[in-house]
C-alpha cells in the first residue's frame, strides 16, 4: 500500500484532503478540530492506539476512496451487471459508510453554532430527511429494482417492460427528491461556503456535505441516463 500520509502529516491536512479520517479521529480521542495544527505523531498521545497503527488505518481508507473514485471506465459499453456492481460498490457503498458517520457532526454544528446561524436548522432537517430517503432508496434498489431490471434484460417481455416502465418511473421521482434536497442544502449553505471564523467542525461538515452532493448527482447520472434508458429500448 503507498504511504501518502506520514506520522509528520498535520492532523488538519489530512482531515482536508480525506474528510472521512475525521471519524477514525474521533473514534481514537485524536483533536482534528482545535488542535488539528500538529503532527499526527503529537496528535495521539491521548490515544490507546500507536500512531503507526491509526497512521496505517487512515493510509487504508485514502487508498479506498482514491481507487472507488476512479471515472476511466466507459459505462456506455460496460454491460448493465457491471455497471449496477459498480453502483452498489462504490455509490450505495459510500452512503453506507458516510451518512451516519456525518449525522452527529451536523447535529453537533447545529447545536453549537445553531443559536447564531438559525440556517443550520434548516441544514440539519434536510440532512436527515436526505439521510432517511437515501437509506430506504439503495436498500430497495439492492433488494428489488436492480434484480427486475436484470431479470429484464435476460428475458424481456411486454408484461415486465410495463412493470419496469412502472419502476422507473418511481426511481426517478426519488432521484429528483434527493435532488432538490441537494439543491437547497447548496443554497442555504452558500454554495457550502462556511462563514468567516467558522471551527474546523462547522468547516468539515459543509465539506463533507458539498462530497455527498457531488457522489450522489454522480450516482444519479449512470442510472438516469445510462442503466435506465436501456431498459426502456428493450421490448
Known sequence: MTQT???????????????QAA??????????CCGGNRPLSEATDKSKRSTEEILEEVNA???????MN??????????SSELIEHIIFKHHQFLTDELPHLTPYVTKV??????NHPHLGRV???????????????????????PMLLRHEAGPTAETSREVDEMLASLEFEHAGAGDLLKELRQV??????????????????QRLEALESDTFEHIH????????????LV
Open 70 to 79: 476512479e471515472t476511466s471506465i466507459d459505462w456506455d459499453a460496460a454491460s
Open 222 to 233: 449512470l442510472e438516469n441516463n445510462i442503466l435506465f434508458p436501456r431498459a426502456r429500448t
Open 124 to 146: 440539519h432537517q434536510l440532512f436527515n430527511q436526505l439521510k432517511m430517503e437515501l437509506e430506504q432508496h439503495i436498500v430497495k434498489e439492492e433488494a428489488e429494482d436492480f
Open 110 to 115: 447545529f447545536r453549537v453554532h445553531g443559536r
Open 23 to 32: 471519524d477514525i479521529f474521533k473514534r481514537n480521542r485524536i483533536d482534528f
Open 5 to 19: 500520509f506520514t506520522s509528520d502529516t498535520h492532523v488538519s491536512d489530512i482531515v482536508k484532503q480525506c474528510p
Open 61 to 67: 481508507l485514502y487508498e479506498r476512496k482514491q481507487v
Open 189 to 206: 449553505t452558500n454554495d457550502f461556503t462556511p462563514p468567516e471564523g467558522a471551527c474546523g467542525t462547522y468547516r468539515l461538515v459543509y
